[in-house]
């Protein structure tokens, strides 16, 4: 079974640091795509980032980037210059197989940016 | 991308009763998932519901006490049956409109069982 582990429950950072959560997952699948999402008090999901397996590079959007290491089935999310905003419960999740539209979600980590 | 309206935003519902939950999508997509997020939790997915056929429902889930309808490429409800207190959730619709790799959600809804 696809299963995705996220295993920080809670993180916490001062404003303008950056943060780090770590996310591993299982799949036998060879190409797949990896997400961030977010989901603020407002409970909107929100996408962060997303990652294909097959690209080497790792994906970055403004202050999102993310370290994949497919070998170890690891993705996790860096947080560069923290803000407020940025308060919520980070998911990670990818398709239950390669090109499915359904999604395994991790336990998720919340994350509290203290000003 | 794709727009969800979900409603309702929230409820609080007496045991033994039913609650159905809306959602529509401002434009066609094939497949429409519904979520449910206990609290505290993660999200799990219940059901996979297409138009024009049943839906099909994860493990743990039953057409009984999660009857959906889909009667069109836009639009979609779950019904949540003879609540109890542990039926307390948000719950969630979702989409991925063909030619895009992410999905999208609805703002969820709040259900307190009292």
């Known amino acids: 079974a696809q299963t995705v582990t996220q295993s920080q429950p809670e993180m916490s950072v001062q404003e303008a640091e950056t943060v780090t959560l770590s996310c591993t997952y299982d799949t036998s699948e060879s190409n797949y795509y990896l997400f961030w999402y977010k989901q603020p008090p407002s409970r909107q999901m929100i996408l962060v980032i997303r990652q294909e397996a097959y690209k080497q590079q790792n994906a970055t959007e403004n202050r999102f980037s993310v370290n994949f290491q497919k070998a170890a089935k690891s993705f996790s999310l860096k947080i560069s210059d923290s803000q407020l905003g940025d308060t919520a419960m980070y998911f990670c999740a990818h398709p239950t197989q390669g090109g499915s539209e359904k999604l395994v979600f991790g336990k998720g980590t919340k994350l509290t940016v203290n000003p | 991308s794709a727009v969800i309206s979900q409603k309702p935003s929230r409820d609080i519902c007496q045991r033994g009763t039913s609650l159905t939950i809306q959602c529509q999508v401002d434009?066609?997509?094939?497949?429409m998932f519904w979520y449910r997020q206990q609290p505290g939790q993660s999200l799990t997915l219940i059901a996979t519901?297409?138009?024009?056929?049943?839906?099909?429902?994860e493990s743990g889930f039953v057409i009984d006490k999660f009857p959906i309808s889909r009667p069109n490429l836009t639009f979609s409800t779950l019904t949540v049956s003879n609540m109890s207190p542990e039926d307390s959730s948000i719950y969630l619709c979702s989409v991925r409109p063909t030619g895009n790799t992410e999905a999208f959600f609805g703002q969820g809804t709040r259900l307190t069982v009292v």
């Open positions: 434009s066609q997509v094939t497949m």
């Open positions: 519901a297409n138009q024009g056929s049943e839906a099909t429902y």
